[in-house]
């Protein structure tokens, strides 16, 4: 078949979360299985969660790269299709595949390709299906990642994106595995929950940016155990918000900061155009803050 002799990257989107890395392995995984010369990399550093899952289910980091075009002509994207999310050399390479579970947006290509995107709450849910489908058998190890990914993107299935499909694939997965979804889940979360971040790090280690009819954001999010110590030192994190909005040109930014064991969320927005977000969730800001339930 065309392009097996070919290495080919697979990579999710930059400031890569649970889900980014984990699918691009278990994808990477399974293209292995077809006779496919492939490779899982990273676009950023690997967040607290991921180091703490990795460690856990005995895996290898995937490599991080910067650029893709040095070393291939052709790559595979997981967990986004955003060119602005993916790598900065993107334009260089002939996007293969997209497997994905966000909008369609800026992404286009000039020849077909196979392209798979799901309304579900998670990437690995998608790739799930595919193993089924193509009766490929899911290894112990890469159960464990695909559930990873489940339980950190839908906040252990209780995140308003998260659908059936996600709770039935992970149940599978969960019995696959030898995981207990709940008590494992609940360490994953905590874990990059209880990280010490910098004001950097806590806008960039799961982040992305938009563009929505000509409004450029973007919107970060932060799992946390506690608001307190997050918002006690708010004016730090918003003076880099600023930082960040003047330097790529944001009309604002969203932080998301989540509670993961109440699934409630404090909304900080920075920005000329944060009454997007009051008009998007029905809220009021004050002190360019608000509480989103649940």
Do not use: W
Not at 72 to 82: A, G, W, Y
Not at 87 to 93: G, L, P, Q, R
Not at 227 to 246: C, G, Q, S, W, Y
Not at 265 to 281: D, L, M, N, Q
Request: proline share 3%.
């Amino acid at each position: 078949m065309e392009g097996k002799g070919n290495k080919i990257l697979i990579f999710g989107h930059r400031n890569p979360d649970a889900d980014s890395i984990t699918s691009a392995l278990s994808y990477a995984y399974y293209k292995t299985q077809q006779g496919f010369n492939v490779e899982a990399v990273r676009l950023g550093d690997i967040p607290p969660e991921v180091k703490f899952m990795l460690k856990r289910l005995n895996v290898e980091a995937p490599r991080r790269v910067d650029t893709v075009s040095n070393e291939v002509s052709e790559v595979i994207l997981v967990d986004h299709n955003e060119k602005q999310q993916s790598a900065v050399d993107i334009e260089k390479v002939k996007i293969k595949e997209v497997i994905d579970h966000h909008r369609i947006s800026n992404f286009e290509t000039d020849a077909p390709i196979y392209y798979r995107a799901e309304p579900v709450g998670c990437t690995n849910t998608i790739l799930y299906k595919i193993y089924k489908e193509n009766n490929v058998e899911i290894p112990k190890t890469i159960a464990g990642l695909m559930l990873s990914g489940i339980i950190s993107d839908t906040l252990l299935y209780k995140s308003p994106t998260c659908t059936e499909q996600d709770i039935k694939a992970a149940k599978d997965l969960e019995k696959i595995s030898g995981l207990d979804a709940e008590t494992y889940g609940l360490e994953l979360l905590k874990a990059g929950a209880q990280a010490e971040l910098s004001a950097t790090e806590v806008l960039t280690t799961d982040s992305k940016g938009f563009t929505v009819k000509n409004v450029q954001f973007f919107v970060a999010q932060l799992n946390t155990v506690d608001f307190e110590p997050v918002l006690n030192r708010i004016a730090e994190v918003e003076a880099e918000m600023d930082k960040i909005i003047t330097n790529k040109h944001l009309d604002f930014f969203l932080l998301l900061i989540t509670d993961v064991l109440n699934r409630d969320s404090v909304a900080v927005v920075r920005g000329t155009k944060a009454y997007i977000v009051e008009e998007t969730f029905g809220v009021k800001l004050e002190k360019n803050r608000s509480l989103l339930k649940g």
